[in-house]
């Protein structure tokens, strides 16, 4: 009732029609209810302390007895009144409010129904107890009570800890309602017993020992709800400071979906930004980092915010300073860090911030024992270097005269100092066997290829790890089939996906300690493999593109790889003829224009216009370009690889040759070449 009044009239008007119906069926009983003529009676001159409290009831030890088993039934069956709809509401049983949330079973009821069924069960055993009382005679009433309070005590110890389904709760409240209304409704019962039935003088004092009683319960009556809601906290809460934090910051992840934000998102954006900004302290860095970062993954107008206001320096900065202080907030600034670098290109300033010395700081923390047992292989460092490494290629891979060129550091400070920093390798290669996200594969497969293109990293793996490597790839190859998907894009991504694995598998097999005589690893399943990435007799592969055929002519060129009498390579080179453009074509493509229309354009400058794409914040996957200069084979195997000077390892990929070349960045697709 109340709980609708406050709906309804509100908090002050529900308090007084509350105390206006309290007072009236107190007056009525006060009205209608006489004493026992033949109890006693004082007068009211006679009223005094000792009329309300009695001094000789503590020399009764069943007087003393059955107040204290009182005052602990009253301190632990109370909470359960107090708290049972915030744990069915908890444990998904039920919910609160009247929109249902997602994710809680379909037949879930409101809380308020489960403690209604328990306090229409309690009045329904307070009646049944009372009469089975009267039913047994004189020790009946300390016999039921007894009973139906070991049996409530049974209840909440085994069935209210296994009521894990809508109608296990139910049954839950139902018994013990019915129990509990017979614990707190048999008290007086029982202390009636105690006094007696032969002394006159002391029944007439019933109404005072059982005053007494009920105002010695009230005490815990009081402090049994909060102190039990204290408590478990303290029990079933996480020990460690840091996990503490991180379950308040969920909670308050909440500040997401409230109207608060959803109204004024950009100024509480702003505000935590801020936060983040210009704050030194801790739990605020903690806070404002997490939501931010929860923020952006769901809106990703967070990390362009973050960008347009100059975060990355200070993310880079509190990455430097809080590793010591708080690894909860170090490795939210470093997800931090890689989602706002992942979505948009970094201005040049903000790679200037990430100076040597700060990646030198991310190798050395990966050749350290983690301290997080959910991370031992430092995945959030290993995905900020490689968010770096793309940032440096996208600079690479810009226009000439676009601006300055930016040292690859990523690159740089593996070439210098590479056997000190191995254990970045081996975490890359397990993190690529059990990464299955599309972008996190090709961030680590366009590292993977700038270090074995690179004479300074060629034998940066250990021998070891390079044969897992092949085995990740030659599985991987295997697996992907870009003709499953359900989105174009997603076909687009398996089928990108399988050209940068080639790619890479052809560096990787020519340049490092592979190719030495007696280190060729698993020579004869790797030419099957290429066999079956181009046999279109097999089931399981989509038709095969031109794409697909020219890599694996320049894996097949590899010299270990080569076998006498190997007469596939004149099929490859007629499958490969097979998709040459036409002239037609060629104009078609350009200028929508055919030839036998005598020059008739079947496409609008609208369309034409509408094909040209803007420039992304990543660049594609890495790729040989072939140079159309006289003499080279068509076949594209002796194209010009990646160059980095030796002295000033920069990220310019394609070096100064292919910028006179016409710019074409070796990272563009086959597929746009005529």
């Known amino acids: 009732m109340v709980r609708y009044l406050n709906q309804q009239v509100g908090f002050n008007n529900a308090s007084r029609y509350v105390a206006t119906m309290l007072f009236v069926l107190s007056a009525t009983t006060v009205l209608i209810c006489r004493p026992n003529p033949e109890h006693p009676r004082n007068s009211s001159a006679k009223w005094r302390w000792s009329t309300f409290w009695d001094k000789t009831a503590f020399r009764n030890p069943c007087f003393c007895w059955l107040s204290a088993a009182v005052f602990f039934i009253f301190l632990g069956f109370y909470p359960v009144f107090f708290n049972l709809e915030a744990w069915a509401a908890a444990t998904g049983i039920a919910f609160r409010g009247n929109s249902r949330p997602e994710g809680i079973p379909p037949n879930a009821i409101e809380t308020f129904a ?70 707190i409704g048999l008290p007086p019962a029982s202390m009636a017993f105690t006094i007696g039935k032969t002394d006159k003088l002391a029944q007439a004092k019933l109404g005072q020992r059982v005053g007494m009683m009920y105002s010695i319960a009230s005490l815990p009556a009081l402090v ?22 991180d379950n308040v910051l969920r909670a308050y992840l909440k500040l997401l979906d409230a109207e608060l934000f959803q109204g004024n998102q950009d100024y509480v954006r ?10 030194d302290d801790v739990d605020t860095l903690h806070l404002a980092a997490a939501l931010l970062l929860f923020d952006g993954r769901t809106n990703e107008t967070a990390f362009e915010l973050l960008q347009s206001e100059g975060a990355f320096s200070r993310i880079v900065e509190l990455i430097r300073a809080q590793r010591d202080d708080d690894i909860g907030l170090h490795r939210l600034l470093l997800e931090l860090l890689c989602e706002m670098s992942r979505i948009q290109k970094l201005t040049l300033e903000d790679l200037k911030v ?19 047992a959910d991370d031992p292989y430092h995945y959030p460092i290993i995905r900020v270097i490689l968010v770096l490494n793309e940032q440096y290629m996208c600079f690479a891979n810009a226009p000439a005269g676009s601006g300055e060129k930016v040292t690859n550091r990523i690159l740089k400070l593996l070439s210098a100092h590479g056997p000190l920093y191995r254990t970045f390798g081996e975490n890359l290669i397990l993190l690529l066997n059990r ?35 092949v085995d990740v790839v030659i599985r991987n190859l295997l697996d992907l089939d870009p003709s499953v998907g359900k989105m174009d894009e997603e076909r687009d991504g398996q089928k990108a996906l399988r050209h940068t694995y080639l790619r890479v598998l052809c560096p990787l097999l020519r340049n490092t300690q592979l190719a030495r005589e007696g280190n060729n690893y698993k020579r ?23 794409t697909v055929i020219r890599l694996v002519i320049r894996c097949k060129q590899i010299e270990w790889l080569k076998q006498d009498g190997d007469e596939h390579d004149e099929e490859l080179e007629r499958k490969l003829a097979e998709f040459a ?92 070449e005529v």
């Open 114 to 183: 489960l403690l209604s069924m328990m306090n229409g069960s309690s009045f329904l055993g307070r009646l049944l107890s009372a009469g089975i009382a009267d039913h047994l005679g004189s020790y009946g009433a300390v016999h039921v009570h007894s009973f139906v309070t070991a049996a409530a005590s049974i209840l909440l110890m085994t069935f209210w800890t296994t009521a894990n389904t809508v109608g296990k709760a139910i049954g839950f409240v139902l018994l013990f309602g019915m129990f509990s209304g017979a614990v």
């Open 224 to 245: 049994g709800p909060p102190s039990c809601l204290r408590l478990d906290d303290l029990v079933s809460g996480p020990s460690d400071s840091h996990e503490l934090i």
């Open 270 to 279: 702003r505000q935590f930004l801020y936060c983040l900004l210009q704050d």
């Open 354 to 372: 990430v100076d040597d010395a700060f990646v030198l700081y991310l190798f050395q923390l990966i050749e350290q024992l983690s301290d997080d």
């Open 435 to 469: 990464e299955t996200a599309l972008a996190h594969q090709l961030l680590i497969l366009k590292l993977l290829y700038l270090l074995f293109t690179t004479p300074s990293t060629y034998e940066y793996f250990y021998t070891n790890d390079l044969h897992v490597l």
């Open 524 to 546: 004869e399943e790797v030419r099957k493999l290429l066999h079956l990435l181009v046999n279109r007799s097999a089931a399981h592969f989509a038709p095969v593109d031109e």
């Open 581 to 672: 453009p036409k002239e037609s074509d060629v104009a078609k493509k350009l200028m929508g224009m055919s030839l036998d229309d005598a020059g008739v354009s079947s496409l609008s400058v609208v369309e034409v216009a509408a094909k040209v794409t803007k420039e992304k914040p990543t660049v594609p996957a890495p790729r040989r370009r072939r140079k159309k200069s006289m003499g080279m084979a068509t076949n594209g195997t002796h194209g010009a690889g990646l160059k980095v000077p030796p002295t000033d390892l920069s990220a310019s990929i394609s070096g100064s040759e292919d910028a006179r070349e016409g710019g074409r960045s070796p990272f563009a697709d086959d597929a746009e």
